[in-house]
């Protein structure tokens, strides 16, 4: 039984969550072709559990805290100190080509310094919140939409060259490192 002194706590309502689970699982054994009523079957779960002795659903929390173990266990996620899971990052590949700038960020690229320079004393966010006010105020919006497909086009070279790249390194053949920005060849366009 779960006393006071116990160091390890059964979480609230995990021997539930797992008796209600066992009784899903032998009612779908006994009747595979009905379909569940979520209603009707959780009212007759309830009535169940509130007539098994504190025993059994001792039992049932143990089973469900063994249960949360092996998930935990099993499951592919980082745990952290608090037990949360937290998905593993992929290995970002430092050569490989920048994505290409929306037509959004391209305004953002031009516009930034001159809001900064009228309003030295200003955070990011709200340099952010002005940008996005200019770029719904903005009625011509061809050029930077020009810039975005001209960089994207750069980005895709980039990138077939890059898979090139990556298929002669897999040959034994050293990769060839590109160090291109992005900025560049937009600004130099105009």
Not at 28 to 33: F, L, M
Not at 36 to 55: L, R
Not at 59 to 73: P, V, Y
Not at 111 to 137: C, G, H, Y
Request: net charge positive; proline share 4%; hydrophobic share 25%.
């Amino acid at each position: 039984m779960n006393v006071k002194g116990d160091k390890q706590k059964v979480k609230k309502g995990g021997g539930y969550a797992f008796f209600y689970r066992t009784c899903t699982e032998d009612y779908k054994k006994k009747n595979p072709h009905e379909s569940v009523v979520f209603a009707e079957f959780s009212k007759k779960c309830t009535e169940k559990w509130k007539g098994i002795s504190q025993q059994q659903k001792y039992l049932f929390d143990e089973m469900a805290q063994k249960n949360h173990r092996t998930d935990r266990e099993e499951s592919p996620t980082k745990m952290d100190d608090a037990g949360k899971g937290k998905r593993k990052k992929k290995a970002k590949d430092p050569n490989a080509p920048k994505r290409y700038m929306s037509a959004f960020l391209c305004f953002c690229a031009e516009k930034k310094d001159s809001i900064r320079s009228q309003f030295p004393n200003i955070t990011p966010m709200e340099i952010a919140k002005e940008l996005s006010v200019k770029w719904e105020a903005c009625d011509d919006l061809s050029h930077y939409e020009e810039m975005s497909r001209k960089d994207k086009e750069r980005y895709e070279k980039e990138m077939a060259a890059y898979k090139l790249g990556q298929s002669t390194e897999a040959e034994g053949q050293p990769r060839k490192k590109l160090k291109i920005d992005p900025l560049d060849s937009l600004l130099s366009s105009n």
